[in-house]
């Protein structure tokens, strides 16, 4: 199983990022994708999580009606677009199925 990030990077406040999970090793269509993340001295918090069939979504309240989750099975990707991004946004951002991991894709919010 392998999980790769990418789309992090450095972006004012009330700016946009999506990121993306490219997967690959497991039957994608058939599992819930997830994103995490970790900010310095913090916790990993679970962020937002996408059902198989891409049909139900679930969000951190922190990150609700700003973030969107969703999925191409076709691809094998999961996607994390995120808008008015604020400075506590910034973190680690990790694509999750089970106990597989990415290694995370950096996200910082700064003016």
């Known amino acids: 199983v392998q999980l790769v990030e990418s789309g992090g990077g450095l972006v004012q406040p009330g700016g946009s990022l999506r990121l993306s999970c490219a997967a690959s090793g497991f039957t994608f269509s058939r599992y819930a994708m997830s994103w995490y993340r970790q900010a310095p001295g913090k916790e990993r918090e679970l962020v937002a999580t996408?059902?198989?069939?891409?049909?139900?979504?679930n969000y951190a309240d922190s990150v609700k009606g700003r973030f969107t989750i969703s999925r191409d099975n076709a691809k094998n990707t999961v996607y994390l677009l995120m808008n008015s991004l604020k400075p506590e946004d910034t973190a680690v951002y990790y694509c999750?199925?089970?106990?597989?991991w990415g290694q995370g894709t950096q996200v910082t919010v700064s003016s």
């Open positions: 996408v059902t198989s069939a891409g049909d139900s979504t």
């Open positions: 999750n199925c089970l106990i597989h």
